[in-house]
């Protein structure tokens, strides 16, 4: 591989337009680059959609088994302040710009070249290295969950993930719920107040109830590697006119989870507060999921942080820079959320990946040379991981 090869490939997957579905473009040129190099894979369609597929690839036999993945999808590229065209890979200065730059198109080519560097040295791996490329992370995580139910995580016992970290080991993400309150009440005209129920005024009840409820309940709870619930209403919609009682009002809230206050205990304790409520109210409120992804904490002394410490902390010596590799939990999911799941409890979870602080913003990009540089730290990481000397 050299680095026109690597913007090669990484122009031709940010070129595919994958927001929040159309995978499978994606997994077929992974799959024909893979053929050729003779690296077994298969890809996989989603059973709700065929143009949504993931990948798998698989070298090596036996244990350990380390899992590699990435996601396939972006966000959508759809808003207004886009300086270059988000669907090509354009360079300004050191810096790479596209859709999908930073999370995750760079992070997943790298890993399709440290899976190819593999292939070159498979009879000297102890293991095997199975590559999940994934559909849907950004909403819903359905490949995560059909990678899941398929079997695809058994026997994984430790699992790097290439969402975009930087320099930083990410070795627990928050879960998190999304939950959308709906409130219906009755309509009427504004001089008539009691002839309707206004919804509006029962909502803004029931989520300040709900406010003191959660946040009184997750006081004092604290997770040492991911801190605290965040609990945020985010969208309130109601009412139609100033002289009309409105009917339905709804909200959006997003909640940040630990631990220590679970996704089925604040489910619970939300339920109780809707069912008090309707009890004690004209107005009816009820509730749906939007999302629930559970907490991930990986062993921070696991052997894959430190392989990937030391990879890590040779390449930023390379350049010129010391120190170790900072390491923390951080809020947002990852596939891992999903993937780890049916695991054991000291299953290793790494997020490592080349990336920096625009991923889901217009003009998002990546510093190219942390791209290249990833692309040798995964060759590194998987060739200590497997015992292969070179
Ligand atoms: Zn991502």
Redesign the pocket.
């Known amino acids: 591989m050299n680095e026109n090869e690597a913007m090669d490939l990484l122009r031709k997957f940010v070129g595919f337009q994958t927001e929040n579905g159309n995978e499978k473009v994606v997994a077929d040129e992974i799959k024909a680059i893979f053929d050729k190099a003779g690296v077994p894979c298969k890809v996989i369609e989603l059973e709700q959609d065929p143009s949504r597929a993931n990948l798998v690839a698989e070298l090596g036999h036996g244990e350990p088994v380390l899992g590699i993945t990435g ?1 396939m999808d ?1 966000v959508s590229a759809q808003q207004e302040g886009w300086e270059t065209d988000p669907f090509d890979v354009t360079e300004k200065g050191d810096l790479i710009y596209g859709r999908g730059v930073t ?2 198109k760079a992070g997943l080519a790298a890993m399709v070249f440290a899976m190819l560097n593999l292939k070159e040295h498979e009879n000297q791996m102890h293991g095997t290295v199975r590559f999940l490329a994934t559909a849907g ?2 909403v819903g995580m359905p490949g995560a969950e059909a990678m899941l139910k398929q079997g695809y995580m058994k026997g994984v016992e430790a699992l790097l993930v290439g ?2 970290s930087g320099y930083n080991i990410v070795y627990a993400t928050k879960g998190e719920l999304n939950l959308n309150i709906n409130m219906q009440g009755k309509a009427a005209h504004s001089s008539t107040p009691a002839a309707g129920i206004n919804a509006v005024e029962n909502l803004l009840e029931f989520l300040d109830t709900i406010t003191k409820r959660i946040n009184g309940a997750a006081e004092g709870k604290n997770n040492p590697d991911l801190g605290d619930t965040v609990f945020n209403i985010d969208v309130i919609r109601g009412g139609q006119q100033v002289n009309a009682i409105p009917e339905s009002a709804s909200a959006e809230i997003n909640i940040r989870i630990i631990p220590e206050f679970s996704n089925t205990e604040i489910l619970a304790l939300l339920d109780g507060e809707v069912k008090k409520f309707n009890e004690n109210h004209k107005a009816n409120v009820s509730y749906t999921i939007g999302m629930d992804i559970k907490p991930a904490i990986g062993p921070k002394e696991a052997k894959l942080v430190n392989v990937v410490k030391s990879a890590g902390k040779k390449h930023l010596e390379a350049q010129g820079q010391s120190g170790d590799i900072p390491m923390y939990g951080v809020s947002g999911a ?1 596939d891992g959320s999903v993937l780890l799941l049916d695991s054991p409890k000291d299953t290793a979870y790494v997020v490592f990946g080349p990336g920096n602080d625009t ?1 889901h913003r217009v003009n998002e990009s990546l510093p190219k040379q942390m791209y290249f540089d990833f692309i040798g730290i995964y060759i590194d990481i998987i060739n200590e991981y497997m015992g292969i000397k070179k």
């Open positions: 996601h972006t999370d995750m992370e950004e969402e975009p990852t991923p």
